[in-house]
């Protein structure tokens, strides 16, 4: 663990990680196996990865589970993850209430099966009060009908004079989102070689570091969670700024 860590400044870690875990179909095809296969061999990075993070001192991990496009695939395969959902759930509870780790599902839930519904309800209910990594599953979620949804609350809310149209800023619009009171991405991984965002969070990481690898999902490890961090860490976050400006603000703090 200690050996994982000394390549990272425990100082400068980011608040919020962003995962897109791609790559399982890929992973099982190319060793003759079906995709769900695949998915259940990437369950446990689930639970290394969240682990790693909550050790670090990372606040936030959100994870793209299962997007609104995902929906589209073969029913077989939508109803195989939908029970590895509520079986992870399940598994994971004890192991989170056990290192104060919370859960918080951001998405469609009314589109999901009623059993991977409560399932995921109880998962939040019971880590609640959890103080440390709070870890985001993104299921049946998308950025765009997540954008959608936030216009539609405020428009409700400016006709039942609740709000009055100036009054919608950034702030306001990021609170109405289903990240809504956390702070934004600053680092956004996806594995498995693909260079695209895939409607992810499409508001919160206009100014993430994007780290993209070839490794599939299944193969993630902890170390290489720890690389995307420490590689963020290299990098110089300007903000619009120049680099001159930010190491001048540097030297005077």
Known sequence: MQEMFSNIDLSRLPKHVAVIMDGNGRWAKERGEIRSLGHE????MVHDVSDIANKLGIKYLTLYAFSTENWNRPKFEVDMLMAL????????????????????????????????????EK????????????????????????????????AIEVRDG????????????????????????????????????SNYLLWQIAYSELYFTPTYWPDFTPADFCEAIRVYQTRERRFG???????????QN
């Open 85 to 120: 959902i509520e079986a992870t759930v399940e598994r994971e509870i004890p192991f989170m209430l056990d290192n104060n780790m919370r859960m918080n599902v951001i998405g469609d839930m009314s589109r999901l099966p009623e059993r991977t519904r409560k399932s995921l």
């Open 123 to 154: 998962g939040m209910r019971v880590t609640a009060h959890c103080t440390g990594l709070v870890v985001n599953l993104a299921i049946s979620y998308s950025s765009r009908w997540e954008i959608v949804e936030a216009c539609r609350n405020i």
């Open 41 to 44: 061999r990437g369950i446990p």
């Open 162 to 197: 609740k709000l009055k149209p100036e009054d919608i800023n950034s702030d306001l619009f990021s609170a109405h989102l289903t990240t809504g009171g956390q702070p934004d991405p600053e680092l956004l991984i996806r594995t498995a070689g693909d260079l695209r965002i």
């Open 241 to 251: 700024k120049t680099g001159d400006q930010i190491k001048e603000e540097k030297s």
